[in-house]
């Protein structure tokens, strides 16, 4: 940027001297009254730029344009320059511009007035005699304006694309209709302005009319402009314009073969924050949003609103995944900061999904998907951000694989159900287990639950592996009874299991076949799947608890629950979702979520059981808050059904110590 500025001073300064020095004559033969009237109306043009917002960004148009070129064509090269240079000077001071700004502007009126006065001399003329204008001189003006014209963008546009860090050629092809649209229409009211000071100089103030009413059109137009591709609360590019640059980032990356980064910012509970605090706080939030990410963004770098509570960064030519992942941690960074809204304070979380070209796609629309499932994935392990991966992406190839040999892994036999024990925390004795499934893939190895149990769901084979682990799961009740240990075990359900108006008489035929009493069983609906429909639920919900079957509600916290509903339904038990337990003994607002939730627990007369108790701490300080019962790392993992039992055994000499019957 300053080597072009440097450039351009050291061709156009010499440029301006040389135009004055063998023009200057014209000036003073020609007509030195035309500098006294136009010159004050250049100065005033410099001084009153007409400020309009663009689609990126702001930009000033002067009018001092038609009346320079006016006075080129009336009294000579030497009169516009100098009368432009000392306008443009005298403006620039006052508004404290650095001198190479100045300098640059005057090196580039040089270069275009020196560039038109060129070509009307080597057309042989020189100050147009004003008396005459005719239609003969015409081709002559208007080649003199296209030449001042071109070159003067292409000095000027150079110039802006070098600061905005855009290929200068495309940003001159977009600026180009712009610009003729406005100087263009400058320059040819010259000459109109030059034949109209002819008759009487008082006839001009009559032109500075048009001349008003086509910047106020423009500058009308360039607002719609603005308008169409920016969020009008926030003031951010929209969906729109933030598409537009994605699939040109994309494009420029695919020819320089760099990498540009999709991202997708979601915060975390704004519906509450609307709600509760109202919309007018929301909409102050949001607004401060913009801010702060651009804060940690390079100039660039583009941040949109497309919508609700939902923004996009777009990162041209990154690096690799990691300086993506760096750019997310300074931005979720950037918002831990609490916000100040009126007289409120508030924390926010955000959740990010990041989409990478080329390695997550090549089109702009796959790569907002994928950032997508990204960003949920992050709001559901409520980890800040995540990047996209094919095995968790429920739509993706790898995906549709593991459906395909879903099916037949039932029948082969490849699930494995391991158990995790829940303890009283006031005994410290074991009083369950939960069963979780696991897969064990030929080929990918041990499957978590959540790489498959979503494919399930969505492919109607739910209700099946959901009666696989029930008849799994009291099988090994059963066993373990017969040695035994008096515990009862848990089984996980899916929404189209509560969907399903005849899950109940299966678990009730499973619970027979298996010779366990119900009060054995205890079922686990998440938050969210009763929240989902809470009403459809209902029936086959009150079917289960009139068997005598205990519900608990899995992942308390995470979604909405309505107290209302909750209140309705006939759960026993809430679980504590483990990301609010795993951090409580640091995270001083998740300690409060907990303490709140098993306060409401109580209330409501419900048992509370913490998942995620990681380590001695977390144990102790939940049964100082007088939670009932603790599942996590800190007892055990998921185990198969003999390490528990061997896990069981080793445990009970502890708790009969402690609390002998
Ligand atoms: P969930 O019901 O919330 O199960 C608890 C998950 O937390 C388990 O992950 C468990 O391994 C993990 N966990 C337990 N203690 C700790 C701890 O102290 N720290 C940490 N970091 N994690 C802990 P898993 O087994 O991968 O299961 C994931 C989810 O998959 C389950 O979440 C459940 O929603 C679903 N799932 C598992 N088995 C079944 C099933 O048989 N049927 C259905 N429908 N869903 C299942
Ligand atoms: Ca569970
Ligand atoms: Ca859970």
């Known amino acids: 940027m300053h080597r072009y500025v440097a450039v351009v001073c050291a061709l156009g300064l010499p440029v301006l001297a040389v135009v004055v020095g063998t023009t200057f004559h014209e000036l003073v033969e020609a007509a030195p009254g035309f500098v006294v009237f136009f010159g004050p109306l250049i100065v005033l043009g410099e001084l009153l730029p007409i400020r309009v917002m663009r689609r990126d960004g702001e930009e000033e148009i002067t009018v001092s344009t038609t009346f320079a070129f006016a006075l080129l064509l009336t009294s000579g090269a030497a009169a516009a320059l100098l009368s432009l240079t000392a306008a443009s000077l005298l403006a620039d001071t006052i508004r404290r511009k650095p001198y190479w700004k100045v300098a640059f502007n005057a090196a580039q009126f ?117 308008q169409a591709a920016h969020d009008p609360l926030t003031g951010l590019p929209n969906r729109t314009l933030y598409r537009e640059r994605a699939v040109e980032a994309v494009e420029d990356a695919k020819a320089a073969g760099t990498d540009v980064a999709v991202m997708l910012i979601d915060l975390d509970r704004f519906k509450e924050i609307n709600d509760t605090l109202g919309h007018h706080i929301g909409d102050i939030l949001l607004q401060q949003i913009g801010p702060r990410l651009e804060a940690v963004l390079r100039r660039e770098d583009t941040i949109a609103r497309l919508g609700g ?9 990154v690096a690799d995944q990691a300086s993506a992942m760096d750019v997310a941690d300074r931005m979720l960074e950037a918002l831990e900061q609490p916000f100040t809204l009126t007289d409120v304070i508030l924390d926010i979380d955000a959740s990010i999904g990041i989409a990478l070209h080329p390695e997550h796609g090549d089109d702009i629309d796959t790569l907002l998907q994928r950032a997508d499932v990204a960003m949920y994935l992050a709001k559901e392990t409520r980890s800040g951000y995540q990047v996209y991966s094919p095995e968790r992406d429920p739509y993706s190839p790898k995906r549709l694989t593991l459906l395909h040999e879903l099916r037949s892994a039932m029948e082969s036999g490849q699930f494995v159900i391991h158990y995790q024990p829940k303890s009283s925390l006031a005994s410290g004795r074991p009083i369950g287990v939960e069963a979780l499934i696991r897969w064990e893939h030929p080929e990918h190895g041990l499957l978590p639950p959540d790489l498959f149990i979503p ?56 619970l027979q076949a298996n010779d366990v009493s119900a009060q054995w069983l205890q079922l ?67 300690a409060v979520i907990v303490q709140s939730t098993i306060d409401l627990a109580r209330n409501l007369r419900l048992r509370t059981v913490a998942e995620g108790v990681e380590d001695e701490e977390t144990w102790f300080r939940l049964a100082r808050l007088g939670c009932d019962v603790a599942q996590g790392y800190y007892l055990s993992k998921p185990i198969p059904p003999a390490e528990l039992t061997a896990w069981m055994r080793a445990q009970l000499p502890a708790v009969e110590a402690a609390h002998p019957a």
């Open 524 to 590: 686990e609906i998440t938050e969210s799947i009763v929240m989902a429909d809470p009403v459809r639920v209902l029936g086959v919900l009150k079917a289960l608890g009139d068997m005598g079957i205990d519900l608990a509600l899995d992942d308390f916290g995470t979604g909405y629950s309505s107290l209302a509903h909750l209140k309705r339904l006939p759960v026993r038990e809430l679980k504590i979702d483990k990301s609010f337990v795993m951090n409580m003994t640091r995270d001083e607002s998740d």
């Open 309 to 317: 509570d939902e923004f996009a960064v777009l990162l041209h030519d």
């Open 110 to 226: 040089s270069l275009s007035i020196g560039a038109a006065a060129g070509v009307m001399h080597a057309l042989g003329v020189a100050a147009l005699p004003r008396a005459n204008i005719t239609g003969a001189d015409l081709p002559v003006l208007i080649l003199a304006s296209v030449v001042f014209f071109l070159v003067n963008n292409t000095v000027m546009g150079t110039a802006m694309a070098l600061a905005e860090n855009l290929p200068v050629r495309k940003f001159l092809g977009r600026d180009f209709l712009f610009q003729a649209g406005t100087t263009g229409v400058l320059l040819s009211l010259a000459p109109i302005v030059v034949a109209a000071s002819d008759n009487t100089l008082f006839l001009i103030p009559l032109l500075l009319m048009p001349i008003a009413a086509v910047h106020k059109c423009a500058s009308i137009l360039l607002a719609k402009e603005h």
């Open 455 to 510: 494919i399930a769901e969505r492919s109607g084979l739910s209700r099946p592996l959901t009666l696989y682990v029930l008849d799994h799961a009291l099988a090994q009740v059963r066993t373990w009874h017969d040695e035994g240990f008096e515990i009862g075990v848990a089984v996980n359900l899916t929404l189209r299991n509560l969907h399903d108006p005849t899950f109940p008489l299966d678990v009730a035929r499973l």
